[in-house]
């Protein structure tokens, strides 16, 4: 199955209107990246506190299908893949009630923390991204099974 990140939303969350202020979804999809990697042991200390390499977004977007409200129980999955020797991508479904409420992506690049230059992604983001695609493909192909 996608790696799947459970969250209730908070008041700080929303806006005037009393929804999901648009940045900050972007956040809560950030959370559930940092759980993903947490997940496969990767040390969040060491990936994001003077690192050796970093992985900058370098594209997001948000398509908003429905509201989403104070208390609303939402249900990130993400998809990682790698499309490229140095950056991969990650799209992001958020459901309410089993509800597409929205869909996500962000697109990041490997560099060398200190030249800022391009590089290769480094063998444990490989293994990440390994790990959560074939996971993906193996809940498409059940849930292709339960629909014949």
Sequence with gaps: MPFTYNRTVRFQDTDAAGVVYFTNILSICHEAYEESLEASSINLKDFFINPSVAFPIVHASVDFLRPMFVGDKLLISLIPQKIGVDKFEISYEITVAEVVVA???????????????????????????????????????RKSREIM
Excluded: M, Y
Aim: overall charge negative; proline content about 3%; hydrophobic content about 30%.
């Design 103 to 141: 869909k996500a992506i962000s697109r990041h690049v490997c560099i060398d923390a200190s030249s800022r230059s391009k590089q290769e992604l480094p063998e444990e983001i490989i293994q990440w991204l390994e790990t959560n695609r074939r996971d993906a493909e193996g809940a498409e192909r």
